[in-house]
């Protein structure tokens, strides 16, 4: 009798864990940097997995999918379940209306209390051959979470480049500000362009990822391409996206969420299960694609790396 052997290609997509099919196209990615040159033509399986050739080296961080100990979030919900609202406010609006934006080139203004202030371009901030993999929780303040590979520089990294001055105290990040491209930002649903702000502490910590990339390819356009931040300890929203401002400040910078709703959303929303949101609990969440809750972590499970930020700090009052 004979039997039959599958085929990594016979299996259907909804059989491979993601943790499988993230092996895979690594193992597709490392023959596609060989392939090389076809690549630049897109001949291959598309842009993104062209794009995933720019990432040839990517070191191995301590942060990876065994020391996590969860499962992966599957590349299509990452990627297909996303709040982005200079590109629409349903989940599924940012993989739709983001398709055509262009991310190249890309230049980042900086400026504040730094010795280097200027105009960097994308190439400039980004070393590819300094990129590490992390595989962090991520926790929206929404109460679903996500468990990514994602692909950055550490933050502090480029920060101690742009040399902040002792009166820096504060990073301040603005998004793209551009209705013709950001269709989403022709509806005030937020002030534009989306702000955010780190204590310049947080911003430096060692966790905080300058962020270009997931599952070993170039950001999508809807995940915040072509440079966003990942902030894993704090609600999604201080991820922000497609970045084009840095500045660093003596004093706490406006931030778009805390603007449009300060009783809701305050400056440091670091993941905290005993302090609710006005509208619902934070105690639980739901890992997208799986069906049961669990609890939160405080910190979203990063205490270790974060907690001595916020010593003597009264978390219910500072949310
Ligand atoms: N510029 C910008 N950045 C943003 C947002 C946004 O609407 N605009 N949404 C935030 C929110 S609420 C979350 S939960 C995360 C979602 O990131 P993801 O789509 O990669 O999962 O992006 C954050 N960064
Ligand atoms: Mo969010």
Redesign the pocket.
Known sequence: MLIKIAKASDVRSSEITPRALFDQRRRFLKSAAVAGASLAFGSIGGSAEAAGAKFPDLSKTKWNAETVGKDLTPYRS??G??????FGTGKSD?ADNAKDFVTRPWAIKVDGHCENPGTYSYEDLVNPHKLEERVYR?R???A?S?V?PWVGIPLADIIKRLAPTGDAKYVAFE??NDPERMP?QQRRV?QW??R?GLRLDEAMNPLTLFTVG?YGEE?PN???API??VVPWK?????????VGISFTDKQPPT??NMSAPREYGFYSNVNPEVNHPRWSQAKERNIGEFLKKPTLMLNGYQEEVAAMYQGMDMTKNY
Do not use: A, D, H
């Not at 379940?81 to 200079?86: D, L, S, V």
């Not at 609600?235 to 970045?243: A, Q």
């Open positions: 990452v990627t379940y996303n709040n982005f609202y200079e940012p991520f929206c303040v929404e679903w996500m990514v998004t793209l989403g937020l362009p989306y955010e997931l950001l809807q995940n915040g966003r931040l609600y999604g929203f201080k991820s922000i996206k497609s970045i778009s969420w």
